[in-house]
């Protein structure tokens, strides 16, 4: 895919609508530029919310109450049950 972009003020260029869909690219992604001899090359960086669900969530535990602590804790010195 190639497209003519012109270079704005402080410069700036506006990405084409069909890169921007190909690249799945949104406000705010971030974007590395490299400079490779004649060639500005543009890739998207991945941000560390990017990986989210990627690693498996560990299920969280039920918390458990004040009483439910005391109570195995008597229990262990041989308190009541």
């Known amino acids: 895919m190639e497209e003519i972009v012109k270079v704005m003020a402080r410069g700036l260029i506006a990405l084409p609508s069909d890169i921007r869909k190909r690249m799945e690219l949104?406000?705010?992604?971030?974007l590395?530029?490299?400079?490779?001899?004649?060639?500005?090359v543009l890739?998207?960086?991945?941000?560390?919310?990017?990986?989210?669900?990627?690693?498996g969530e560990?299920?969280?535990?039920?918390s458990k109450s004040f009483s439910e602590i005391l109570q195995?804790?008597?229990?262990?010195?041989?308190?009541?049950?």
């Open 72 to 81: 195995e804790e008597l229990r262990k010195k041989g308190g009541t049950k």
């Open 58 to 62: 560990e299920k969280a535990k039920p």
């Open 43 to 55: 890739k998207k960086e991945k941000r560390i919310y990017d990986f989210k669900g990627i690693i």
């Open 26 to 30: 949104k406000e705010g992604d971030i």
């Open 32 to 40: 590395k530029i490299e400079v490779q001899d004649d060639k500005v």
